[in-house]
């Protein structure tokens, strides 16, 4: 069975990836900070792609975008 499962690598989370996500949900640095639970700096950092967001960034940005909540928006 697990045979018929087909693994194929993960997608790329980078810095450019991490900003077309940000400007998508019409979000400034400060909004995308407060929403991810993270500084802006971090952001920023990130978005020069040095280093690129850990993968907890990644699903968090793609559970952003599907409508979930972040605890800091909600409240």
């Known amino acids: 069975m697990t045979d018929a499962i087909k693994k194929e690598p ?8 991490l900003n077309s996500w940000r400007q998508r949900m019409g979000w ?4 995308a900070a407060e929403a991810l639970g993270c500084h ?9 792609d040095a280093p690129s967001p850990p993968r907890y960034i990644d699903l968090a940005c793609q559970a952003l975008a ?5 605890r800091a928006r909600a409240e």
């Open 28 to 31: 400034s640095v400060s909004d």
């Open 40 to 48: 802006r700096d971090s952001i920023k950092h990130w978005e020069s």
């Open 66 to 70: 599907l409508g979930m909540t972040s």
């Open 10 to 17: 993960l997608p790329v989370f980078d810095g450019t990836a």
